[in-house]
């Protein structure tokens, strides 16, 4: 059993240094015309640029900055509906690793 829990805390210590790794590399996008999306690994946006031509010029940053909250706050919510789901699972649900 002692063996197991270490297995489990050496997968932990793994994804933990996965997750920091994945939240330095940078994903440009910008194959959708006017539309500019730059995340990292983990997708959490850095930023969503617009072409002027999408919105009044006076709202454009505003506009930016709160549809990258919304989108990052939606990626948030289905990560934890995710995690719960996992939780449910017979014999996931490991104290620790979640």
Known sequence: MFDQMKKLMELKKQADMLKKELEKLVIDYNEVR????KLNGAQIFQTIELEDSWLDPAQ?????TELIKAVNMAIRKSQ????AQM???PGLNIPGLS
């Open 80 to 83: 934890k509906e995710a995690a």
């Open 60 to 64: 454009k940053a505003r506009f930016q």
């Open 87 to 89: 939780q449910k699972m």
């Open 34 to 37: 006017g539309i500019k999306i």
